[in-house]
């Protein structure tokens, strides 16, 4: 066989070799993140029929819809990539597939953020003050965005100067999809 639509990234595979690959990972990702958004969604589907649900204020209300409308939006995000795939299946779509179900799980991953954050501060306000809310919410905010924003930042740029990871330039930006 030619090398002639070789990818350069090493791997000794095709075009589209690469993007079965890399929507094979991005599946394995989402199987991960969307296990906790269901779990999530079902607690705070519960929370409605608790005893204690009629007693809570218009923020902790509040912070429970705007909480709850999160969760579902992030599992929306995270189960377009299959809607995706499924219509334009054998279509000979599969990078395009790959680009914008990458973006999807990015965007679902930043609704996820404000989810959890959501759900602790429904909780630490209900079950401790809601002072304690707010701080124990911005901590969340910060661990998870710290994790899952900065922390692949900073691998990356340590792994480009030690050369085991390319910059995201020399593939044409596609190296900050995740996926390479």
């Not at 030619?2 to 990972?25: H, I, K, M, V, Y």
Request: hydrophobic share 45%; glycine share 12%.
């Amino acid at each position: 066989m030619s090398d002639q639509g070789r990818s350069d990234s090493g791997r000794n595979e095709t075009p589209l070799e690469r993007a079965d690959r890399n929507f094979t990972e991005l599946l394995q990702e989402l199987r991960v993140t969307q296990t906790g958004v269901q779990i999530l969604f079902a607690f705070l589907l519960t929370l409605a029929f608790t005893p204690r649900f009629p007693s809570l204020d218009t923020m902790q209300r509040a912070t429970y819809v705007t909480t709850l409308l999160l969760a579902v939006l992030a599992a929306a995000l995270f189960t377009a990539p299959a809607a995706v795939h499924r219509g334009l299946f054998q279509r000979g779509a599969k990078p395009l597939i790959v680009r914008v179900s990458s973006r999807l799980a990015g965007i679902g991953l930043g609704v996820l953020v404000l989810a959890l954050t959501g759900s602790v501060l429904l909780v630490v306000d209900v079950a401790a003050s809601r002072t304690g809310a707010i701080a124990a919410a911005a901590g969340t905010l910060l661990v998870c965005g710290g994790l899952w924003g900065l922390l692949p930042r900073a691998v990356a740029r340590a792994g480009e100067r030690s050369g085991e990871v390319r910059s995201a330039d020399a593939e044409g930006g596609e190296g900050s999809s995740g996926l390479t």
